[in-house]
């Protein structure tokens, strides 16, 4: 069974990532908080997924261990854009 509900747990851990990077990215370099403060924005069951980030490329990683990563990258005049999906 577990094999069977692995293509729902892998996107739901990529829409989390996608969705974790995007709202750190914007609350920490377009709204100045710190990044430990930007969990506040989560939604509810979003435990699972960590952040991390790199002022120098002013982007904010989230991460769902083991299954999915997705950077977000402050672009000025765009606001905070996710890399590309890949698979």
Do not use: N
């Not at 729902?8 to 995007?22: D, F, H, L, N, P």
């Not at 765009?78 to 890949?86: A, D, F, I, K, Q």
């Amino acid at each position: 069974m577990i094999v069977l509900a692995w293509p729902r747990v892998e996107g739901y851990a990529m829409t989390g990532s996608a969705y974790g990077a995007r709202v750190a990215c914007s609350c920490r370099f377009v709204g100045g908080r710190p990044l430990g403060d930007c969990r506040k924005d989560f939604e509810p069951g979003m435990d699972l997924i960590t952040l991390s980030e790199d002022t120098a490329a002013r982007s904010v990683t989230a991460r769902f261990p083991m299954v999915a990563r997705q950077t977000a990258t402050y672009r000025e005049g765009w606001g905070c854009v996710l890399e590309p999906w890949s698979r």
